[in-house]
T-cell receptor, first 114, second 110 residues
Framework: NAGVMQNPRHLVRRRGQEARLRCSPMKGHSHVYWYRQLPEEGLKFMVYLQKENIIDESGMPKERFSAEFPKEGPSILRIQQVVRGDSAAYFC????????????FGPGTRLTVT | GESVGLHLPTLSVQEGDNSIINCAYSNSASDYFIWYKQESGKGPQFIIDIRSNMDKRQGQRVTVLLNKTVKHLSLQIAATQPGDSAVYFCAENISRRFVFGPGTRLSVLP
């Protein structure tokens, strides 16, 4: 029974490029959460999605960041025109319906902006 | 605003001793809490959870205590082992999302 999958594990982008981070939830899980973690800090909530719906995006920056969880396929966190401050570890978590109970985390994507 | 904080940012314990990691939370409406363990380069790993209608919950070698009066959460690890070395986070559920504390680094000394 595979856990939460994230890819790529490491991503290097130059300033101004786009970053796409993918998350496949655990089997049977229909709720996905994205968090960002800076070095030596805790995780900060970004967005909560169900299939085809954004439930809570209160932690998402207003510009350049977007997220989706289509009916088919993984959830995508997209960062346009990356800046050095976007360098962080991005973690995805999933939970079964009805959501927001026990959350299981993936291994994360470490984004480095050069 | 919302915040979850920890009293001790680092903790060093001798192998075999018990560890206690503390956490203060600020939102009295929080009804669900989780302790996570994060090893270097990995995602957070679920350890144990507790709901607000409980004050204690035990797992294998771990116990979580919840004091709603003072909004305090603690994680106790019995007979600490080298494999317990990691950063530990408490997280509180607020409006169907989790707010994480900054973390406590636990170092187990031989």
């Amino acid at each position: 029974n595979a856990g939460v999958m994230q890819n790529p594990r490491h991503l290097v982008r130059r300033r101004g490029q786009e970053a796409r981070l993918r998350c496949s939830p655990m089997k049977g899980h229909s709720h996905v959460y994205w968090y960002r973690q800076l070095p030596e800090e805790g995780l900060k909530f970004m967005v909560y999605l169900q299939k085809e719906n954004i439930i809570d995006e209160s932690g998402m920056p207003k510009e350049r960041f977007s997220a989706e969880f289509p009916k088919e396929g993984p959830s995508i966190l997209r960062i346009q025109q990356v800046v050095r401050g976007d360098s962080a570890a991005y973690f995805c978590a999933s939970s079964p319906p009805p959501g927001a109970e026990e959350q299981y985390f993936g291994p994360g994507t470490r984004l480095t902006v050069t | 605003g919302e915040s979850v904080g920890l009293h001790l940012p680092t903790l060093s314990v001798q192998e075999g001793d018990n560890s206690i990691i503390n956490c203060a939370y600020s939102n009295s409406a929080s009804d669900y809490f989780i302790w996570y363990k994060q090893e270097s380069g990995k995602g957070p790993q679920f350890i144990i959870d507790i709901r607000s209608n409980m004050d204690k919950r035990q797992g294998q070698r771990v116990t979580v205590l919840l004091n709603k009066t003072v909004k305090h959460l603690s994680l106790q690890i019995a007979a600490t082992q080298p494999g317990d070395s990691a950063v530990y986070f408490c997280a509180e559920n607020i409006s169907r999302r989790f707010v994480f504390g900054p973390g406590t680094r636990l170092s187990v000394l031989p």
